[in-house]
């Protein structure tokens, strides 16, 4: 084991496995290596990218953000299954440093009722696992699903039993978010007392956030001396979410006195922009009173609020917005700025030169200048989400819009011309409104026919420089998919929104085809 300063606590992120598994509607691979890059900008230590065994594609966008890594370590999620340890070590062939990461439930319930087995053949799993990894990596992590519902003689048993067999990180998952702070440091304590080789091994926590407990129950055991944290940008997870990264690494910072001096190795005054990139990236909006991230999070309301504020900002503000990098945007881009300056600006906002195609997002740049007049960076990374999402497997894209609307006794009409693959066709309708015109259109032209479940406008910038954000969640064949749009013109962003959406359901019947093809292979 790589020795550690003992008092650093190691971030893991798991925005692209736990976080990712629970998003309506799964990222490309570019849109991951995107989240990754971002990641490791910020200071993340460990990066989980995804779960290789689980589709060829996951495989892949591992191996793509393996490669792609300077600084991070890259994780692969492994069962403690041979088959899916060795998917990760084909994920991470010719990678200097990787770790694999095995996991098997520990509690009565998961042991009894899930898996079928007794405590004593998954003890001997989990051996057998660690011992796989080890022969591929010496950077192996094991996890006790549902460590906080074990039994905790199992849980010391099993603890032991990981690092004798060689596992050089032990996590222990409040997997259903069940305990409660005080109760959890104490588990972490008890394996502290207990188990005997614990200190040839980091102990890592991994919360869920059931109760509302995660980030509580994380610092809990962080102050019992577990040194990694497993967690996700703004949140994200199964179901009520994992950890927060940005809850736990401000609360570290801020409240040192109780933290007994650990720190991490994140760079605070990224955050901010690692919450929006996800934020954008995976279609998942930051709540407006989110901790840390959400747009009311430095917002003072009450007038008493406001004047303490005004004669000390300490009065009601614990942490500046500037220490976790919300910041004025003073960036000025116009038609007239040539491709090194977005290319400067990109770097700037922690984009490498090789993770975009200047020469597409600079054609794309000059198209929304000449219509906007000035370019904020926000619009520029919009704009390279939005290029990225259509380098993929793009099947629909908007050629021409026309659209008839407005005046007494008018009938809101349409014209909506598309390509579809190598082809071209165009579709004129009405509607009920300029919008449901515009739809109409494209139903017919894709053939999809789907159920609009929401539809909401949002401003990206401000006054009259903002651009319209449509973003539409739609149903089809039970399953919901997400579209996002962005245009000066609304109802330009409502027909991108849709077409967005189209591509995502086209894609997702791709890899469905794909899987049934394997499994009848
Ligand atoms: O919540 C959980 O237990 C997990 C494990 C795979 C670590 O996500
Ligand atoms: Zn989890």
Known sequence: ??????????????????GEQALQQSLTAKQKLQIALCLEQLGVDVIEAGFPISSPGDLQSVRDIALALKTATVCGLSRALDKDIDACYEAFKGVDHYRIHTFIATSDIHVHDKLKKSFDDIVDMAVHAVKRARNYTDDVEFSCEDAGRTPIDHLCRMVESAIAAGATTVNIPDTVGYTLPYEFGGIVKTLFN?????????????????????????????????????????GLGERAGNTSLEEVVMSMKLRQEYMKGVYTNIVTENIARASQVVSGITNEPVPTHKAIVGSNAFAHSSGIHQDGVLKNKSTYEILTPQSVGFKENNMHMTARSGRHMIKAVLENLGYREGSYNLDDVYARFLKLADRKGQVFDYDLEALLFLSHEQEEDTQFELDNLTVLSGGKNVIPTASVRLKIGKRTRTESGTGNGPVDAVFNCISRLTGIRLKLDSFVISAKGSGMNAQGQVDVDVIYENRHYHGKGLSTDVIESSALALISACNSIYRAQIIENEKHEKENA
Request: charged share 25%; net charge negative; aromatic share 2%.
């Open 1 to 18: 084991m790589a020795t550690i300063d003992k008092d650093r606590v190691i971030i893991f992120d798991t925005t692209l496995r736990d």
């Open 194 to 234: 207990r188990v005997p080789n614990i200190d040839k091994a980091v102990i890592s926590v991994h919360c869920h956030n059931d109760l509302g407990m995660a980030t509580a129950n994380s610092l809990s055991a962080v102050m019992e001396g577990a040194r990694q944290i497993e967690c996700c940008v703004n």
